[in-house]
């Protein structure tokens, strides 16, 4: 008989306990006000009567300068993912004490990084708080309605995370950004870890719960910012500079996270288990094929741009 999903959070609490204390004794105290560099900043136009923002002013490249945008976006939204997360996993014993980690530490994030842009002028700050305000405003409601649900969705969602970060920060071209990325980066690797390794016991508590949640998430995964305004279209510029795409999210953070929890060698799946298994098989090779298309043609698209230079 399945377990319910209360059943399954008291019987993974002892998991999460230990897990926390990994969390804890592996991350490291870093502080944003390090990062960022202070001497670089001069007065906007407004009350202190300094210059408006200018492209010019940026030294960063286009399409790292919309990922930025994207990333700090998908930052800003924490409240709501609080609000996800607490409702989930609850605000008691080691849940609550991981959901109140894991806000403290991603709000760190949001903070560094718009403070870095600012600072070094290199996204519009007015645009960007108009765009804060907006997406903030339409919040943020998964629509995933079980724990494990959830928990499978946040296993690779921090990685993709973890993943869009590293990638910005190389193609944004600035030592000072990509030191920054890097150590935000290595926070939700962390994150990743404390997500997967619980999925990971719940697997061995419900396997074919497990595998149903997985199949469901993988299937209709999209990144948690894919609601704010001009999403589609700053998500292909992104991938066209393979800072994300469909084959980082398939080799990079699909694949690495399911042979983790070995989901084609699980044996004594029922019905619903080994069917929910076909169907992500079947996708996965889709989404390869898919994948290597898009790949094959924006490599062909940068050998024309680079005949007619």
């Known amino acids: 008989m399945a377990m319910t999903q209360t059943q399954l959070l008291h019987e993974l609490e002892p998991v999460v306990a ?23 900043g001069r007065d906007f136009d407004g009350v202190y009567g300094g210059e408006a923002w200018q492209e010019s002013d940026s030294k960063i490249p286009e399409a790292a300068r919309v990922s930025l945008i994207v990333n700090l976006l998908t930052e800003d939204n924490l409240p709501s993912y609080h609000h996800e997360i607490a409702s989930t996993f609850g605000r008691d014993g080691a849940w609550g004490t991981w959901v109140h980690r894991w806000t403290a530490e991603e709000d760190r994030h949001g ?30 409601q998964s629509e995933y309605g079980t724990m494990l649900q959830q928990l499978a969705y946040v296993s690779f969602q921090e990685l993709a995370t973890r993943i869009s970060h590293r990638n910005t920060g190389k193609a944004s071209g600035d030592e000072g950004c990509e030191r920054l990325l890097a150590r935000i980066a290595a926070d939700e690797n962390l994150h990743m870890l404390f997500y997967r390794n619980l999925l990971k016991a719940a697997f061995e508590l419900d396997p074919n719960q497990t595998m149903r949640a997985v199949t469901d998430v ?74 290597a298309r898009f790949v094959e043609r924006r490599e062909e698209r940068r050998a024309r741009a680079a005949a007619r230079q």
Do not use: C
């Open 111 to 140: 903070t560094a990084i718009r403070d870095y842009l600012t600072v070094t002028r290199a996204v519009d700050p007015v645009a960007l708080e108009r765009a804060r305000m907006a997406h903030m405003e339409q919040g943020f």
């Open 218 to 291: 993988v299937t209709t995964f999209q990144m948690p910012g894919s609601g704010m305004d001009g999403f589609a279209r700053k998500s292909l510029i992104i991938a066209n500079e393979g800072i994300y795409d469909l084959r980082l999210h398939l080799d990079d953070v699909l694949m690495p996270v399911l042979r983790q929890w070995a989901v084609f060698d699980k044996t004594g799946l029922d019905g619903d288990g080994e069917k929910a298994r076909e169907e992500l098989s079947a996708f996965l090779a889709k989404t390869d094929a898919t994948a």
């Open 18 to 40: 230990v897990e926390l204390d990994r969390h804890n004794a592996m991350a490291k105290e870093w502080f944003p006000h390090e990062y960022v560099p202070w001497s670089e």
